[in-house]
């Protein structure tokens, strides 16, 4: 994933380009005039997929928060390599190049934990949670990474033997501890739909087996390398 420097650097070539292109329906797009009225409250993606009981409840027991893909990539590089250019990565800088990087209304479905303890707060202050990373479709990374770390190396080391994990073609897969991981990939489509709404859901229609086709996009490091 790009650090910090060169996510202002991303951004600003990506402002230049939606002005040399001509890019006017990003900018004058009527959905964002549309999501600026509108009276709905501030999308919180993880509440909104949890519910409000099953949200507390989490946040509540003081286990999970946020950790940034630089504790993810430790373990799955290859998702790291295989999706550096997935537009997810790069949702802020999207909004920089719109002049909306502040705005609320936007920041839920544009960075990693907006509305949530420990989640993304600004550029400045949190320059680790911009754009859309693992923990945005997970939930907080914590709890996961205590599972499968070894206590004696520090916090989110892995392991090297088996425990608490599944082997799928003799190589070592890592589950469990996320609200909306593998195991529970109900919750993690209710993730990508809290954000990927009728309005904002162009990159598929709005039926039953089109977004599986984009949901099973996105279950391998390369997309469609299990075609």
């Known amino acids: 994933m790009p650090n910090n420097s060169c996510r202002i650097v991303i951004a600003a070539l990506v402002a230049v380009f939606l002005l ?6 990003a900018v004058t797009d009527d959905r964002i005039k549309a999501e ?18 099953g949200y507390q409840r989490a946040m509540k027991s003081g286990k999970y928060h946020y950790v940034g893909n630089t504790k993810c990539r430790l373990c799955h590089r290859e998702f790291f390599v295989g999706r550096k250019k997935d537009p997810h990565v790069y949702t802020f800088e999207r909004l920089v190049a719109v002049n909306h ?37 997970h ?14 190396n ?46 904002w859901g162009r990159s598929f229609k709005r039926t039953p087996r089109d977004f599986q086709v984009a949901y099973d996009h996105y279950k391998t490091p390369l997309p469609g390398d299990d075609e």
């Open 139 to 152: 939930g907080p990374g914590s709890e996961h990474v205590r599972l499968h770390g070894d206590d004696k």
């Open 20 to 25: 040399v292109a001509g890019d006017v329906v």
């Open 101 to 137: 990087s502040g705005n609320r209304r936007c920041l839920g479905c544009h960075t990693t934990g907006y509305g949530v303890e420990s989640g993304f707060v600004s550029f400045e202050r949190t320059p680790k949670l911009v754009g859309v990373q693992c923990e945005g479709c």
């Open 154 to 199: 520090g916090f989110g080391v892995p392991r090297l033997g088996n425990m608490g994990s599944a082997k799928k073609g003799g190589k070592r897969e890592i589950k469990g501890g996320f609200l909306a991981g593998a195991d529970r990939p109900k919750m993690i489509k209710r993730m990508c739909l809290s954000c990927h709404t009728k309005r």
């Open 36 to 53: 600026l009225e509108d009276p709905a409250p501030t999308l919180n993606p993880l509440r909104k997929a949890l519910g409000e009981k």
